[in-house]
Each structure stands twice: as structure tokens, then as C-alpha cells.
């Protein structure tokens, strides 16, 4: 969608470092947009995004217009069923058909051996795997970790609408989640007791929270006990600060 | 869906007459059956199928098991919205649904660079020309025309399993759209009477009418006067013959 920041930098170098032939894409996509959210002031310069498009060495951009991913009487929708309807799902309905449609006709465009795909959108990850599968698209998908400035905050387009103070606060999506890490360290395995840490942290640091979710990493089914758990569990977090609607999550 | 009968075969032969290498799959597709349908009951031989696909020169033919198209944990549907939702659609909720969801798969993994569709499921073929635009599958879609029998009767694989009483009501579906034919030659414009004369056509040939449609050929929405339409309109019926449900259309 633009607005390059280094968590897209870590995309484009990972497919430098693995592919041929590398190719992004820039479009802001309305259909992943609802009615009262900030498609108007989704952040973005053109200029800047080529720029470091070139500097990483991307072979080709593909910016087309509204007009031709949506062309005149457009009238097809992609859906995941049971990943799309939780957290994101149930926040931003309509979010994920949004984001499943559009990634099904780039994939299906470029016909990529590898797509990547950042963590901090472990969600949107999770259905693009399950759309990639169940739709014979071919792509391996590629998973990169999340960017993060020194102090913790997850790297996001949105982070730059927030003010000092609002930066200050959003540090709370991070604080929750490493809150959480060190208790499941020390032994903690009930999730409510792990989700109402995140939750007081968050909210203490001022972020009005969305939802928190401690689940599985593959289906996000919420888990009572991570001690019957084999592999790790997912701490997924949303909250607003100010106007700004942020994500982060992290493994258990 | 196997089954084959002469208007499969006329797929066949447009296909490899104009086309270097000519794959086709046999899917009975249970997505696009609805609960009180005739899955179970769908005919097929697939000794005979291959034997049909063999002489016409076939050259990969595909036929999955449902668990190769539908993998453990699939929750993948592709939608084409409003020409989804009359007429089949009204009558089979969810199987255009079904449609699409398959016909993107076979897309997707075949990539061929054309597809043909028989123009006896008018419908269908205008679902996948939707998706395959709208989702950039890259398909020349090819539309065959419906083969008869000399009597008029459209060849289905739904027809083997008519008595030969049934089988004289069905080709009700066929005079009914002969006659419409007749009238609008004859200068009728108004496509109330022309739906009229087509549900007393059937009716009296022992067909139970499920809908009779005058409609535009690229929207299928319901036409009032074919005077003021620059193209030919279709008429597109479906009804019931005993137990076996059985569609046709023309073009007017």
C-alpha cells in the first residue's frame, strides 16, 4: 500500500536476497477500507516509495489505478471463511474479502514463486496462506518478522499520524506483549490471566484496546491453557491512540 | 462433471481444433449441489468418459479426488455478485458459489489459454467470464453452442435418467423457447407476453415451470420491452420433469 517504511524494506530485501526477478506492488486498496476508515488519509509519496523501490533493487512496480484492479462492473469477491471473522474480522468487517480479493488477482498477475508478507499482519498472513492453498495459487508464501524501532514499537504507515504524545502511548501494544512473553517465561500458562496483563498495560499506557487474543498461531482459536499446547501460542493485540488504529502481536 | 454426452464432445472438438495441447477435467463438483440436489444420483461412467476423451484426442485429462480439490481445513469461496443471485441462483442457493469456487481452481492450476464453456448453462458461462476478468485469470473464455437432439430436446446428463413419458414433457422447455422465438420473429416486443406464452407451453407439456426468464444477455436483469434493446435478448427457462430438473435457453 505504500508509504515505505523499513518493514517493507525488509520484504524487498528478502526477496532480493532469494529471487530472480523481484516485483512489488503499490495500491492502496479500497475494498480493504470501511465506511468510517482512513482511506482519505492513508499516508503515501509516490516519489519517496519509487526511490526506495529502486534503491533495494526491485526489478519491477506494478502501480495501477483503481480502475484496473477494479474494472466496470467488478463484481467478484475472494473469502476465507472462519480466519477472516475473528479480531481484524470482526473489528473491520468486510477487512479480509477486502484484502483476500486483491491478493488473489495480484498472485494470479504475477504468478510469483515466492510473495512476501510481513508478521506484524500475522492475520492477514494466515488468510493469505489458507486462500493460497485452497486456490491452487502456487506462491510460496514467505513470512518476514516485524520491523521495530529500538524502543519496541512495531514499524507501521500509520504510526506517522501519531503525535509525540500518542507515539508515548502506542508504546503499549509492545509493553502488553512483552509483558505477556516474560509471564509465559516465568511459567504463566492460563491465556485470561495473560490477557488481562496485556489489557491493564495497554491500557494504562493509554491506548484504548480493540481486542487481545492469546490463540492458536494457525487457526486463532482462543486457548484456555497454554500448558496443552505443543508449539507456541499467539498474543495478538489492536487498540486505538487517538485516532489511530494500531496491531502488534507476538509468539509465546 | 463426466457424464459425457454430444455437447461434451462439442467441447472437445472446438477445443482441439483450434488449441495446441487440450486438457480436461472430470469433477463431480459437491460445492455447487445444493442439500436436497442430485449429487448422489448424478450420473457418470468413467471408463466411458475416458474412452470419449481418448478418441477426441485429449491430450492430459484431470480428474481429482474431492480431496485433492478440497484439502483438509479448505475455506476458500469465490463469489461473482448480483448475476449470482437470480434465476439458478434464486432457485440453488450457493451453487454459483460452488461454480466459481472450482472453475478459479481449475483456472489457476491449468492456466490455459482458452476455456470452453457450453452455452446451454447461459448463466454459468456469464459467472466465469466475471470472474476470470475480474480476478485477471487470463482465460479467453470460449462459449460452444448448446447441441440438441433433432428433436429439439438440449442434450444433459440430466436427461438419462427421463422415462420416455418424461422425456416428451421436457422438450415443453424447447417449445416454449421455439415459440418464443416464433412470436418475437413475428414482431412481439412485450416480454411479459412472451414469458407468458413460454410458462403456457411448458405447463401444457407437463413441465413444472421453476422460472422463465426475457433478459438481458449480459446482465440478466428482466427486459419489459425488447423494442427499446439494441441486441438480441436471452430466454432462459428451467423446470421440473419428475424428479430431474433440467434447463435451456435461446437467444431472441
Redesign the interface.
Known amino acids: 500500500m505504500g508509504a515505505l517504511h523499513a518493514g517493507h524494506v525488509a520484504l524487498l530485501r528478502a526477496a532480493r536476497a532469494e529471487c530472480e526477478f523481484v516485483t512489488a506492488s503499490i495500491f492502496v486498496n479500497p475494498a480493504q477500507f470501511g465506511p468510517g476508515e482512513d482511506l482519505a488519509t492513508y499516508p503515501g509519496n509516490r516519489e519517496y516509495d519509487l526511490g526506495v523501490m529502486e534503491d533495494e533493487g526491485v526489478d519491477l512496480v506494478f502501480a495501477p489505478g483503481t480502475d484496473e484492479i477494479y474494472?466496470d462492473?467488478?463484481?467478484?469477491?475472494?473469502?476465507?471463511?472462519?480466519?477472516s471473522q475473528r479480531l481484524e474480522g470482526e473489528s473491520r468487517p468486510g477487512h479480509f474479502q477486502g484484502v483476500?480479493?486483491v491478493v488473489?488477482?495480484l498472485l494470479?498477475?504475477f504468478?510469483p514463486d515466492r510473495a512476501y508478507f510481513g508478521e506484524k499482519d500475522a492475520q492477514q498472513l494466515l488468510v493469505v496462506r489458507?486462500?493460497n492453498?485452497?486456490?491452487?495459487?502456487?506462491a510460496e508464501i514467505v513470512a518476514v518478522p516485524t520491523v521495530r524501532d529500538p524502543d519496541g514499537l512495531a514499524l507501521s504507515s500509520r504510526n506517522a499520524g501519531l503525535t509525540g504524545d500518542e507515539r508515548s502511548a502506542a508504546l503499549g501494544l509492545h509493553a502488553g506483549l512483552a509483558l505477556a512473553v516474560k509471564l509465559r517465561t516465568e511459567g504463566e500458562t492460563n491465556a485470561e490471566v495473560l490477557r488481562e496483563a496485556i489489557r491493564t498495560k495497554m491500557s494504562k499506557r493509554g491506548v484504548r484496546v480493540d481486542y487481545v487474543s492469546i490463540s492458536d498461531p494457525q487457526t486463532l482459536d482462543e486457548l484456555d491453557d497454554l500448558g496443552n499446547v505443543s508449539g507456541p501460542a499467539l498474543a495478538l493485540v489492536a487498540g486505538f491512540v487517538g485516532e489511530t488504529r494500531l496491531i502488534d502481536n507476538m509468539a509465546l
Chains 1, 2 share one sequence.
Request: glycine share 12%.
Open positions: 474494472p462492473g467488478f463484481d467478484t469477491t475472494v473469502s476465507v471463511g472462519q480466519l483476500a480479493t488473489c488477482k494470479t498477475i504468478r489458507r486462500m492453498t485452497d486456490l491452487a495459487l502456487g
